[in-house]
């Protein structure tokens, strides 16, 4: 989908981006990391063409986007940022309804895209469409700025610190909103973040940025367990490393059999030979909430059921230990 070759960008005797490369695959999200001022917003800059390049190219679908005028391009390409940037005297629909209208969409197709928007956001359409931007709380306008990004189908969407001014509750509810819709509608994503928790979830790869260059472009597991240098190393967090590896996998990766429980009539299950019934895990959850039930419950083995409550399996510590332990 995207592919950036040696590309730079310099500021007088200042290199804010120096030579780096990636690429960026169709349905995949990447992250750029990295501390303030290493290059992450000028690069994503560079990509839509609202900063041009001293030196190198970024092809999209094979095509160098010099080629392309800035405004056509920039219409391929959904754009959300920190701040929102809605337009005040636009209601909900007709802030959504922005691109759509620029590329010459029927009325019809423009009304049904921004109710289905609406709805994926958790914006009821019949409440949320007449009103303006004021009338929103800060969670709900960055919800329609998503949205707006989003409304014309771009190619890629490109997000710089989207969540970055929101309260922690509301930052990992749109965060988790946005990954099911993401990986619900296959959208290919460039996200530019400070925040490396953020990273890890929203992202199938992360580029961690040092002084304008790409230092390490990895899995977030294969960051965690094998970061490249001290500086990539204090980034993740070394206190806590074992803790955010185990929120990249579900229980579902380490279940075994469900030997010897059974079902109580409340919902519970209780383990042959236990003297109290246990609540099971969902086989949604994290292998991180699945540790911090077992060590509430000073259990060794929790059940994990389906959705419909029906038992799956069983998870056990030692496993999530050796998970842990795998990368040595």
């Given at each position: 989908m995207i592919t950036v070759e040696a590309l730079t960008k310099a500021f007088g005797p200042v290199r804010a981006v120096d030579g780096i490369s990636f690429e960026l695959a169709e349905g995949?999200?990447?992250?750029?990391?990295?501390?303030?001022?290493?290059?992450?917003s000028t690069t994503l800059r560079m990509i839509n063409r609202l900063i041009e390049?001293?030196?190198?190219r970024v092809l999209i679908d094979g095509v160098d986007t010099t080629s392309i005028p800035p405004a056509t391009l920039r219409l391929r390409m959904g754009y959300a940022i920190?701040?929102?940037?809605?337009?005040?005297?636009?209601?909900?629909?007709?802030?959504?309804?922005?691109?759509?209208r620029l590329l010459g969409w029927p009325r019809a197709r423009i009304a049904a895209r921004v109710e289905e928007l609406l709805d994926l956001f958790g914006l009821p359409p019949a409440v949320f469409a007449r009103k303006y931007p004021h009338e929103l709380s800060g969670g709900q306008q960055q919800r329609v700025g998503v949205a707006r990004a989003m409304a014309g189908k771009p190619a890629v969407l490109l997000m710089d610190e989207p969540f970055g001014a929101l309260d922690p509750i509301t930052r990992t509810r749109l965060q988790d909103e946005f990954l099911a819709i993401r990986r619900r509608m296959g959208t290919t994503v460039l996200i530019v973040t400070h925040d490396m928790d953020e990273a890890f979830k929203l992202a199938d790869r992360l580029a961690v940025m040092e002084?304008?260059?790409?230092?390490?472009?990895?899995t977030p597991e294969a960051l965690l367990r094998h970061p490249a240098s001290a500086f990539v190393e204090s980034l993740i967090g070394s206190e806590d490393r074992g803790l955010k590896l185990l929120s990249?996998?579900?229980?579902?990766?380490?279940?075994?059999?469900?030997?010897?429980?059974?079902?109580?009539?409340?919902?519970?299950?209780?383990?042959?030979?236990?003297?109290?019934?246990?609540?099971?895990?969902?086989?949604?959850?994290?292998?991180?909430?699945?540790?911090?039930?077992l060590v509430f419950a000073g259990v060794d083995e929790l059940p994990v059921v389906d959705e419909a409550g029906a038992?799956?399996?069983?998870?056990?510590?030692?496993?999530?230990i050796a998970f842990g332990g795998g990368g040595r």
């Open positions: 995949e999200a990447l992250a750029l990391i990295g501390p303030s001022g290493c290059g992450k390049p001293s030196a190198g920190q701040g929102i940037g809605l337009f005040p005297h636009r209601t909900v629909a007709q802030n959504i309804a922005t691109v759509p002084k304008g260059r790409i230092v390490q472009l990895d990249l996998a579900g229980v579902t990766a380490l279940m075994q059999p469900a030997t010897g429980w059974t079902a109580e009539a409340d919902g519970t299950f209780r383990k042959a030979g236990a003297d109290a019934s246990l609540a099971p895990l969902s086989a949604s959850a994290s292998l991180r909430e699945a540790a911090s039930r038992m799956v399996g069983a998870i056990a510590m030692e496993r999530i």
